[in-house]
């Protein structure tokens, strides 16, 4: 029933941006801490970004500071991901994520979210 769907992905040259979009459904969007993350080939699932449930509490990797900003867009349940800047090392397959719970904690390992998508691929070519 919980649904979380990325796009936006494509090919970009590098400096280039993309904004990347999650549609949720059948999830309490609006109560859930939501995240980014990203793995690349032969690379571990690795935190991006995520932003609680009132938008107060933000975290990012220190990869990703300063290029990268997440958003949430309660009336459309919609998650974004605005990237600036974008680098070759930046090229993976990146993955929506879903936490339900009213929080101000950081969750960065995999293990923390209960629900993915299916993953928008980002190539950034040098």
């Known amino acids: 029933q919980v649904r979380l769907v990325e796009s936006g992905g494509g090919l970009v040259q590098t400096g280039g941006s993309l904004r990347l979009s999650c549609a949720a459904s059948?999830?309490?969007?609006?109560?859930?801490?939501m995240g980014w993350f990203r793995q690349a080939p032969g690379q571990e699932r690795e935190f991006v970004t995520s932003v609680n449930w009132s938008g107060n509490s933000v975290y990012y990797a220190d990869s990703v500071k300063g290029r990268f900003t997440i958003s949430r867009d309660s009336a459309k349940n919609t998650l974004y991901l605005q990237m600036n800047s974008l680098k070759p090392e930046d090229t993976a397959v990146y993955y929506c994520?879903?936490?339900?719970?009213?929080?101000?904690?950081?969750?960065?390992?995999?293990?923390?979210?209960?629900?993915w998508g299916q993953g928008t691929q980002v190539t950034v070519s040098s």
């Open positions: 059948g999830l309490p969007f609006a109560r859930s801490t």
């Open positions: 994520a879903a936490r339900e719970g009213v929080s101000i904690l950081k969750y960065s390992e995999p293990r923390d979210y209960a629900y």
